[in-house]
């Protein structure tokens, strides 16, 4: 399960995951408790140990390692590479990544993505972040998992991007249904060409464009994606964002058989 809002504490999610059956929640640092700083590792897995539960994390949302401004990456970049630490600590195995696609400039007849300007400059820092990830995670059970976030069909660079991070085996691929279908599916097929690397999956419903809907209230053939996630062993969150959301969508989960 993710990181709910109304869930003000780590203690509050555990009992909350236990209780819908789920076994491991997703630290999303978007919130300002889960910030590295802020995060109190043996507290948390005393929590893991006493909810029966374990951890995965989704990296902040803003991420950017490969900002032009470098002061600007080096603070991303810091910040991922402490996270490698505390995901090894919490024996977590996986960190979830958007792979940002930067500032646009509105021209009159397209949108002008500056990283795909500038994708010589784009790819170096890609590279630069990919290898001091790599050298962070060494041999460690920890994943940096490259969520499709809406991008890929529209912003090349960005599968040149995935392309140049997979070619480390700390990195591996998250696959968002969700966000999938609000691209009109058209992440589906730069997934499912890499799909020897999917370790990790995002699960919610969605109807016409709008996702992060509890599972059986939407559209998707949760079927088809839940078997995926089976066939690959990918660990799969179901991203629905309140708790009567995740009630639900875990009661649909065991009349299907699959909770």
Not at 175 to 203: C, K, Q, S, W, Y
């Amino acid at each position: 399960m993710p990181t709910l809002i109304e869930t003000k504490s780590a203690e509050a999610c555990a009992a909350l995951c236990r209780e819908l059956g789920f076994r491991f929640i997703e630290l999303n640092m978007n919130l300002p408790e889960y910030q590295t700083d802020a995060l109190d590792v043996p507290r948390l897995r005393g929590i893991s140990a006493e909810y029966g539960v374990f951890y995965t994390i989704h990296l902040d949302e803003n991420l950017s390692p490969c900002d032009f401004n470098p002061l600007v990456a080096e603070a991303y970049t810091r910040t991922v590479l402490r996270t490698v630490e505390i995901a090894r600590e919490l024996d977590a195995p996986i960190l979830n990544m958007h792979l940002a696609e930067g500032v646009h400039f509105t021209l009159p007849d397209r949108k002008a993505f500056l990283f795909g300007e500038y994708e010589s400059e784009y790819l170096r820092k890609l590279t630069a972040f990919r290898d001091v990830c790599e050298a962070a995670a060494g041999g460690a059970n920890v994943k940096i998992c490259i969520e499709n976030s809406g991008g890929y069909n529209r912003a090349p660079f960005l599968t040149k991007g995935l392309d140049l991070l997979l070619q480390s085996p700390a990195f591996a691929l998250t696959f968002d249904v969700g966000h999938n279908a609000g691209t009109g599916f058209a992440n589906e097929p730069v997934i499912t060409a890499r799909g020897d690397r999917l370790r990790h999956m995002h699960i919610h419903d969605a109807l016409d464009r709008g996702n992060h809907l509890a599972l059986g209230t939407g559209a998707l053939d949760l079927q088809k994606y839940l078997t995926l996630a089976e066939r690959r062993g990918c660990r799969a969150v179901v991203e629905v964002k309140t708790a009567a959301g995740l009630r639900g969508s875990a009661q649909w989960l065991r009349t299907a058989g699959w909770l």
